[in-house]
C-alpha cells in the first residue's frame, strides 16, 4: 500500500454563517495552509481533523490501493486529488498526492 501525503492548499471561513447559524464552540479547526501530514492506509495521522478524515479518507484509501484518474481526467496528476472537508463554515482544501 502506498503512502499518501496531505497538504493543506487552502482555508476559509464564512463569520455570516458561524453568526447565524453556529452555536458557540470552543475548539474549531486549527489546520495551517502548507501543512502536511502522512497517511498509512485507514488510521488517520496524528493531528488531523477527524471530521476531516472523514470527508477524505475514501480518496486516500483509493490513491494508496493503486487507484488513479479519479473522475476521469479532473486532476493534471492522475496520482492525485484535490478534497475539502464537510465543514460548511471553515471548509479547508486538500492535495492528497501519492508520496514516491
Known amino acids: 500500500m ?3 501525503r496531505i497538504t493543506v492548499m ?3 471561513r464564512y463569520d455570516d454563517l458561524i ?13 495551517k495552509i502548507g501543512q502536511v501530514f ?3 492506509g485507514w488510521q ?3 493531528g488531523f ?7 477524505i479518507s475514501p480518496f486516500v ?3 494508496a490501493h493503486g487507484g488513479e484518474d479519479l473522475y476521469d481526467g479532473w486532476m493534471k496528476n492522475k496520482r492525485s486529488a484535490m478534497i475539502s472537508c464537510n465543514d460548511g463554515f ?8 501519492v508520496a514516491e
Not at 481533523?49 to 470527508?55: D, G
Open 2 to 4: 502506498k503512502k499518501i
Open 10 to 12: 487552502k482555508t476559509a
Open 19 to 31: 453568526e447565524k447559524y453556529e452555536n458557540p464552540i470552543s475548539h474549531a479547526c486549527d489546520m
Open 38 to 40: 502522512i497517511a498509512d
Open 44 to 46: 488517520r495521522p496524528d
Open 49 to 55: 481533523c477527524e471530521s476531516a478524515w472523514e470527508s
Open 61 to 63: 484509501m483509493t490513491l
Open 90 to 97: 471553515r471548509p479547508v482544501s486538500f492535495l492528497l498526492e
